[in-house]
């Protein structure tokens, strides 16, 4: 159980192009789901947290009319990166969690890596 | 939330166990201690999580110490498929997780 799907994987595009990342939870309704960025040799940044029908809670320096994140539903939330740059090539991975007691833990898409050429 | 200490890095033999420690003596009486575990170019992947009592899984065991300033994960027999780094957190799950380093555990045949 507790499976969550990330899609695409891998995107390769051009500078300017915005990209779409989905995350799913496959088999449970989240009410929270996070996003992360993770640098080569770097430990995972939070980006935002998203609750289902809220706006999203932003990090600091992190920019929201950047990094526009839409949790319409239980089960999809979605990360567009808007005019990308190279310096926005990072490892972006989502993390959804239950409702229910507060200890329980967050589980995983298998990331999407973004390049910018 | 508090922050963790973690080795850098562990060997392990193949086949025997692999004990890997966390240093959270900052922690605060209702944070619970969550391990993870993330392989090359994929996401983290939950392991087991405790507040004060040692915990049993499928996949591994935590120790917590009696004052929770510190625990052991331990993966029984290990694989060459558990090589992985290790992350140690504290937290609540539904609040921030601060990501440290890691231990990147190389588990050799």
């Known amino acids: 159980g507790a499976v969550v799907s990330q899609h695409p994987s891998r995107v390769i595009c051009k500078s300017g192009t915005s990209v779409k990342i989905e995350c799913r939870s496959l088999?449970?309704?989240?009410?929270?789901m996070f996003w992360y960025r993770q640098f080569p040799k770097q430990s995972l940044m939070l980006m935002a947290t998203?609750?289902?029908?809220?706006?999203?809670?932003?990090e600091q320096g992190v920019e929201k009319d950047k990094f526009l994140i839409n949790h319409a539903s239980l089960t999809l939330s979605t990360l567009t990166v808007t005019s990308a740059h190279p310096e926005d090539s990072s490892f972006y991975i989502c993390?959804?969690?239950?409702?229910?007691?507060?200890?329980?833990?967050?589980?995983f898409g298998d990331g999407t890596r973004l390049s910018i050429l | 939330d508090a922050k963790t200490t973690q080795p850098t890095s562990m060997d392990c033999a193949e086949g025997r166990a692999a004990n890997l420690p966390c240093n959270h003596s900052?922690?605060?009486?209702?944070?619970?201690v969550y391990w993870y575990r993330q392989i090359h170019s994929q996401g983290p992947q939950y392991i087991i999580h405790?507040?004060?009592?040692?915990e049993t899984n499928e996949m591994a065991s935590l120790i917590i110490t009696e004052d929770r300033k510190s625990s052991t994960l331990i993966l029984p027999h290990a694989t060459l498929r558990d090589t992985a780094v290790y992350y140690c957190?504290?937290?609540?799950?539904?609040?921030?997780?601060?990501w440290g380093l890691g231990t990147s555990l190389a588990v050799n045949p």
């Open positions: 993390s959804a969690l239950t409702g229910g007691s507060g200890n329980q833990p967050q589980h």
């Open positions: 088999d449970f309704q989240a009410t929270t």
């Open positions: 998203s609750n289902e029908g809220s706006k999203a809670t932003y």
């Open positions: 900052t922690i605060s009486g209702n944070e619970y």
């Open positions: 405790g507040l004060k009592n040692n």
């Open positions: 957190i504290v937290g609540a799950q539904n609040r921030k997780l601060i």
